[in-house]
């Protein structure tokens, strides 16, 4: 890579981080996972000591957090509040412990204070003459914000400390958060319990501040007058007797074996505390020790923050559901105890199927080690089975659906001479709750009708009211009806009205992608829409099962002919088809053979700005382009939105694939 290209990439990051800190720290509202945000820091240390001639003042090596705001007071710290340097693996620790043995230049024997590493929001609280005089953020390490009010509400802080050894001035440091129950309240708000924290930390009204329910941990100071203290788990011992709550979890620990065996055993159960917690801070014990190291300019070196596993927790497994999708696929999900991975918070796991959970013989009851890598929906990687109760039975899967109560099967699959995995409802017909309710959802989706304010829930309401059963009750909605409902209004009901009454009008492959057929999706809704180019010649087909025509269309085989045989041999489906076919205004949708995009294939990535992906991807159709669902080596567009998948965006880039913003996608469109 040129030197030119290695700085424009270095200071891309460089803005990256900079918008992330503003976000994270500024606005409370961070749009990536704290695993990112970590490797996003880590990129950009490594650029640096790669090459020598990347030298930036908003380097992470310089920087803390964020400047504070205009709208508080600001406080400058008397001893800079900088972040921990971060651990993710035994050499990782092997080399902060080798980075202390040079600078004192002699190898001696460390003592470690050990505390949990809580995934909340540090303050500071300044006492003078006994009284809590000042309450700060962190802001950016050297000057922070004003918010003593908001932190007196908070009931593990105290206000005036009557003890004989408290020292006149001092500055104790510690972390603001909210307990996991408590969060669950809140959850509809906040993304996570650290943004809910933080969110009403910089609340300027105290009173809204006390109404969420904030607890606060002591865990060191910045500046004492005369200090006596020789050992950080000696002062931690004081602020107990100060009135200040300490973490019960603390350790004294000697070397890095007992740190990695205390994290590994930690972290297997760190779900049973009911707080966040997303690693483990090791300091040197000695204070004399600590002055002597002093600090970077970012970071203490006398302290390291040994993060867990980024895209996996431990927890445990309080239910096992089956769910029934548009196709009738039983999906067993884990309802488990609520965990933080990468600033989600996760309470259920796909279990995949029936198959799956006899491999790795998954419980009720069970720790498990879930995994959540980037937007995949989280999984159970392992069970330990140490942990296991001796009375739990092994889990049975339904012989029957559990939302019909009709036979399931495991079909056949003639090509692998094996049965599938996934278990099946037969009952296709709308006879089953459950299919019926996601083949109705799926009718509505983005991708088929489209229909604007008919999201999920309200099909799943709407269906326990019994104002829609089939999609074609969709178009007979009783309005007056809707309107008393909670929730809705005149404006928001006529919307709804519009929407449907404009989705009235469409074209012939999202007609035949919105009936939810089995092995038919988008494309192979194209194949057959421009095959048969009219409603009439489908509904020809359909009536006469003559589905082998489709056997002349490239794209489309035996899997596909079998699927829609089996669909329509349902009248009940036929009905349905038909009676949609006289409601709506079917049109096929011809291809653009000379439009300013031919021969160009694109990908999206990220939420798109006042556009659906799916009306983004019909304009690309209509002028000649081609949407793909993979990035490879024939994409040539890679068009990002809001909070895009960095690992779509890493891999464009290697192929040298051109990565554009929606902007740029207009001006091709002209």
Known sequence: ????????????????????????????????????????????????????????????????????????????????????????????????????????????????????????????????????????????????????????TIKDIPKKIN????????????????????????????????????????????????????????????????????FQSEFLKDLKKWGFKTNKHNKILSN?????????????????????????????????????????????????????????????????????????????????????????????????????????????????????AGDVIPHVIEVDKTKRDKNSKIFKFPDNCPSCGSKTIKEFNTTTKKYDAVRRCINDGYGCERISIEKIKHFISKEALNIDGFGKKVVENFWNLNLIKK??????????????????????????????????????????????????????SKLISDNLENISNFLKIIKNRNFKKFLNIDGIGETQINSLKYFFSNQTNVDIVVELSLILNIKHQKLNKSGVLINKNFMFTGKLSGISRAEAKSLIEKNSGTTLSSVNRNLDYLVIGEKPTKRKVDQAKSLGIKVITQDELIKLLN
């Open 471 to 524: 999609p074609q009750d969709i178009f007979a909605l009783d309005y007056k009806k809707i309107i008393s409902l909670d929730g809705w209004g005149e404006l928001s009901v006529n919307n709804l009205k519009n929407s449907i009454e404009k989705s009235k009008n469409v074209s012939l492959q999202r007609f035949i992608y919105s009936i939810g057929i089995r092995h038919i999706g988008v494309e192979n």
């Open 1 to 152: 890579m040129k030197k030119d290209e290695i700085i424009k990439n270095y200071n891309y990051k460089l803005k990256e981080l900079f918008n992330h800190n503003k976000l994270y720290y500024d606005k409370s509202k961070p749009i990536i996972s704290d695993s990112k945000y970590d490797k996003l820091k880590y990129d950009i240390l490594e650029l640096e000591n790669k090459y020598k001639f990347l030298k930036n003042n908003k380097s992470p090596d310089k920087v803390v957090g964020y400047k504070p705001s205009r709208s508080f007071e600001k406080y400058k710290h008397k001893v800079p509040m900088l972040s921990l340097s971060n651990a993710f693996s035994k050499n990782d620790l092997i080399n902060f412990e080798k980075k202390i043995f040079n600078y004192l230049n002699k190898n001696i024997k460390l003592n470690y204070s050990v505390e949990p590493k809580i995934d909340g929001i540090s303050a500071s609280l300044t006492y003078k003459n006994k009284k809590l005089v000042y309450g700060v953020s962190r802001g950016d390490g050297l000057t922070g914000e004003v918010i003593t009010e908001n932190l007196k």
């Open 256 to 372: 890095i074996k007992q740190l990695i065996n205390f994290h590994k055993k930690f972290e297997e159960t760190r779900f049973d505390i009911d707080y966040d917690v997303d690693g483990l801070v090791y300091k040197i014990d000695d204070l004399n020790l600590q002055n002597r190291l002093g600090f970077t300019s970012s970071a203490p070196r006398w302290a390291i923050a040994h993060k867990f596993s980024a895209d996996s927790a431990i927890t445990k497994i309080k239910n096992i559901e089956i769910q029934v999708g548009r196709t009738g696929a039983l999906t067993p999900v884990a309802k488990v105890e609520p965990v933080n991975i990468g600033g989600v918070i996760v309470a259920n796991a796909t279990l995949h199927n029936e198959d799956e959970i006899k491999r790795k013989d998954i419980r009720l009851g069970d720790v498990i080690k879930i995994e959540r």
């Open 163 to 230: 003890v004989p050894n408290f020292p006149n001035e001092i500055e104790i440091r510690g972390e603001v958060f909210i307990k996991k129950g408590d969060f669950l309240k809140l959850k509809n708000e906040f993304a996570n319990p650290r943004n809910a924290a933080s969110g009403t930390l910089r609340q300027k009204d105290p009173n809204e501040t006390k109404k969420i329910p904030l607890n606060f941990v002591a865990y060191t100071f910045g500046f004492i007058q005369n200090n006596t203290f020789k």
